[in-house]
C-alpha cells in the first residue's frame, strides 16, 4: 500500500521539479530570441553619421539596417564605402533610376551587401607590394554567384579593391566592431549589372510607338512630314498659354511621358490625386470645392499635366476663402481669374522659393493669369508672396509634390496690384474739376496759444489764428 503512493508522490515532485526548471530558463532564452541592440560606438552608428552620407541614404532605403544588424552582432565587417562624388554624380543617372525603383529593391540590397565583408581587414592586413598572391574575401551578397572581393596592390602601391576601385581613405573609420575604407568608385555585382540590362532592353522594346500609316496633305498632294520625335519626359515645345487654348484640337500633341496607356503623363489622376490629397489634410475644402464644382479647371490642369506641363498651385486654406465677399465672386469668370493668379506654370518646392528669395531679395513668378505676376519674398523665415494687406504667407509648405504639380498652402488669397488700388466713383471732366486748396491745419500749440489771446481779446492782431 505504501509503495504505490511513494511512487505517484515522487512522480509529482519530479514534474513539479521540470516545470519549475523550465520556467527559470525560459527569461534567460528570450534575450537572444530578440534583436541584438546595437552600442552607440557600433560602426553602423559611424556610418549613418559619417561624411559618406550618399552610401548611408542607400543603405537606409534598401531596408538593411536590421541585416547589418544581425551581422554585427555575430562579427567584425568592413565596409568598402564609395565617396559621395561617386554616387552622385559619377553614376549613370539610368542605373541609379533603375536602384531606386521599389522593384528593383534586391538589386539594391545586393549591391550594398557587394560592399561589406564578415571579417575585420585593415590597411595593414592588405597585401604587399611584393607579394602577387591576391587575398579574396567573402561579401555578405549570398545570391552573387561569384561573391568574393579581391584585394591587390597597384603599381604604384595603391590599395585596390575589386581590381577596379583605389581605396582612397583607408582606416577612415574604426569602431570595436568594424571599419570603414572610402573607395573612388561604385563596385557593381554581376547579378546587379545583367539585372539592369536585361532591364533596360525590355523597356526600350516597350517603349516603341507604333508609326501610322502616311498621311497625305490635301493641299499640296505630298506626304506630311512626321514631327520630330519628343524624348519622354522632356518639355513641350509650346508655351503653356498656348496649350490653355480652348478646343482639344488647338492644344499641343502630348508629350511623352512614363505614365498612361501610351506612354504619356496621366495628368487627370494626378490632379484627382492632389485633390484628395486637400481633402485628407483638413482646412483646405472650399479650394477643392471650386476646382471641381464652381470651375473646369481640373479638368484644364489634368489636360495640361498630360501634354508636359508642370504646375504649382498656391493653395489658400478655408479660413483665407471665407473673406471673399460676394461682390468678388459674383462677376462672370470671377472663380476662374482668382484661380488662375494662383497658378505657376513652374515646379516650385518650399525650398527652392525659400532659396530662391533668401538670395535674391524678391522673385517674380509667371502666373497662368496673363500679365500679372506674383512677387514673392522672405520675410519671418518663410515665403511671402504679394504686396501689402493683400499679402499671404506660405503657411503648409509641400502638401503635395509629385515632380509634375507642387501645392503650397498659403494663408491669404492673392489679387493683382492693379485690382487692389481703388477705382474712383465717377469720372469728372479735367476742365469741371473745382481747383480745392486744403485749409492748413492748426497745431495742438497754436490751437491753445489762440485760445489764451482770445482770453485777452488781442487775437485780432493775429492773422493765424483765423
Known sequence: MGSPNYGALKLIFFTFLLISVNATALPHQNPKSNSTQINSNSVLVALLDSHYTELSELVEKALLLQTLEEAVSRHNITIFAPNNEALERQMDPEFKRFLLEPGNLKSLQNLLLFHIIPSRVGSKEWPREDFESVAHHKTLCVDEADNHLPLTRGNSGEKIVGGLARVTRPDDVIRPDGLIHGIERLLVPRSVQEDFNRRRSLTSISAVLPEGAPVVDPRTHRLKKPATPVPAGAPPVLPVYDAMAPGPSLAPAPAPGPGGARHHFDGESQVKDFIQTLLHYGGYNELADILVNLTSLATEMGKLVSEGYVLTVLAPNDEAMAKLTTDQLSDPGAPEQIMYYHLI????????????????????????????????????????????????????????????????????????????????????????????????????????ACSIIGAFRQDSYFTSCY
Do not use: C, W
Open 345 to 448: 506654370p513652374e515646379y516650385q518646392t518650399e525650398e527652392s522659393m525659400y532659396n530662391s528669395v533668401r538670395r535674391f531679395g524678391k522673385v517674380q513668378y509667371d502666373t497662368l493669369r496673363l500679365p500679372h505676376k506674383v512677387v514673392a519674398e522672405e520675410a519671418d523665415g518663410s515665403v511671402k508672396f504679394g504686396q501689402g494687406e493683400g499679402s499671404a504667407y506660405l503657411f503648409d509648405p509641400d502638401i503635395y509634390t509629385d515632380g509634375r504639380i507642387s501645392v503650397q498652402g498659403i494663408d491669404g488669397v492673392l489679387f493683382p496690384v492693379e485690382e487692389t488700388t481703388e477705382k474712383p466713383a465717377s469720372k469728372v471732366a479735367p476742365s469741371t474739376v473745382p481747383k480745392v486748396v486744403a485749409k492748413q491745419r492748426r497745431g495742438k500749440l497754436l490751437e491753445v
